[in-house]
């Protein structure tokens, strides 16, 4: 962003060049969340810069299309699977002190960002 829409005035930024950059960025493999998440920063800065008066039009307005790829289909860990892991956890002399979070984790469906909580 930084590279491209970031070395412009705010003035000269157009939809197009908002749309050519959400296109490069699609082209490069990102995500379509990464690209609705860049947007949604975007966005807010360009609307208040209309709120100023500094602009007339958001640029990133109707911008936000079908870019990027579709995510990737995400699968459970099966029981035995999930067994085999906390096996090797609780046996390894490295690992064997995250037995207790993965257990909590396994059993609750927590994800790492809220286990943190768990952690503080």
Known sequence: MKDEIGRMKVVEVRP???KLFYARLSKADYSRSTIKLL??????VFEMAVDDDIIRKNPCKMALRDF???PK???AITNEQ???LLAFV???NVYNVYFPMLVIMIGTACRCG???VLVN
């Open 68 to 70: 990027g790829r579709d």
């Open 16 to 18: 197009s060049h908002v």
């Open 90 to 92: 609780r046996e390894s």
């Open 73 to 75: 289909a995400r699968e």
């Open 39 to 44: 947007h949604d920063m975007l966005y807010p």
């Open 82 to 84: 999930q067994e085999k």
């Open 114 to 116: 809220d286990s943190m």
